[in-house]
C-alpha cells in the first residue's frame, strides 16, 4: 500500500523559515504582551505589581525549561521535543488568552516560557539537521 502522504525532508530554506519563526517565540511574547498590562489590570481586577510579575514568571520558565531542551532532544530527538514545545507554548497562550484570574494567567505564562525555550535550542539544532556533514568537515 502506497503512503498517502509522504514526509519530505527539510530543505535548507524551509528550516531557515521556520527558524526564523521559532525564533522570535520569546521575543513576540513579550514585546505584543507588555503594551496591553494597564488593560490586563483592569480585566482581571488586579494590580500593577502582580501583572509585571507574570512577565518575571514567563521569563523564568523561559530560563529554567533551556537546561532541559538540549538534553531532551539528545534523548528523544530534535523534531518531537520541537513539536511538544511549540504545542505547550500554544496551548497556554490559549489558556493565557482565557484567564479569568491572576493565577490562571501565571500559570498559563510559567508553561509559555516553558514553551517558548525551544527557540534558544532551535538554532543550533536546526545547523545540524540541514547542512550534511560533508559541508561541515569542510569549512
Do not use: H, W
Amino acid at each position: 500500500m502506497k503512503n498517502r502522504f509522504p514526509i519530505e525532508r527539510m530543505t535548507e530554506t524551509r528550516t531557515a523559515i521556520l527558524g526564523a519563526y521559532i525564533v522570535t517565540l520569546g521575543s513576540i511574547s513579550t514585546s505584543i504582551y507588555t503594551p496591553a498590562l494597564p488593560e490586563m489590570v483592569l480585566g482581571l481586577g488586579t494590580t500593577d505589581a502582580a501583572m509585571k510579575f507574570s512577565v518575571s514568571i514567563f521569563f523564568a520558565g523561559f530560563a529554567i525549561s533551556q537546561l532541559f531542551c538540549g538534553p531532551l532532544s539528545d534523548i528523544y530527538g530534535r523534531r518531537p521535543v520541537t513539536i511538544s514545545f511549540l504545542l505547550l507554548y500554544i496551548l497556554a497562550s490559549f489558556a493565557a488568552m482565557v484567564s479569568t484570574s491572576i493565577e490562571m494567567l501565571l500559570v498559563s505564562r510559567l508553561i509559555q516560557g516553558v514553551g517558548a525555550a525551544i527557540a534558544f535550542q532551535f538554532p543550533a539544532q536546526s545547523s545540524e539537521i540541514s547542512i550534511p556533514a560533508s559541508r561541515l568537515r569542510e569549512s
